[in-house]
């Protein structure tokens, strides 16, 4: 004969299932014309069926950047995540490293905050 099935819900315990492991890519910041999206390019190296050369291939994702802290250069570390948007599937987890012309850029941003302006030629 069959057991008789509970019919309290907390008396059945389903096996929780397991979710999975979120893919997490470094790629270079290609674009920051949108605000809190940055279009990444993932790039890779793949043999050659045949011939076994290695041939780059390029991936685009458009990532989540909520502080638009990011700029074009920069090294990123990306995760997928849920649908944001019609193209938007990554989010921004972590910046690696910072394009040198923005670092020199924000340096000189932040010291002309702190500095007056300094007395140019006067103009006539």
Not at 48 to 61: D, E, N, S, V
Not at 63 to 78: A, K, M, P, S, Y
Not at 83 to 97: A, C, G, M, Y
Request: aromatic letters at 4%; a positive charge.
């Amino acid at each position: 004969m069959s057991q008789p099935t509970p019919t309290n819900p907390a008396e059945t315990s389903p096996t929780p299932r397991p979710r999975g492991r979120r893919k997490v890519e470094i790629g270079t910041v290609t674009s920051d014309k949108m605000d809190k999206t940055r279009r990444v390019e993932v790039s890779r190296l793949v043999p050659h069926p045949k011939y076994g050369k290695y041939q780059k291939r390029r991936t685009i994702c458009y990532v989540h950047d909520e502080q638009n802290d990011t700029r074009v250069g920069d090294l990123v570390e990306i995760m997928e995540s849920r649908p944001l948007s019609k193209q938007k599937r990554w989010r921004l987890v972590r910046i690696l490293r910072k394009a040198p012309a923005h670092e020199e850029a924000d340096a000189r941003a932040a010291a002309g905050a702190q500095e007056p302006p300094a007395p140019g030629p006067a103009a006539e």
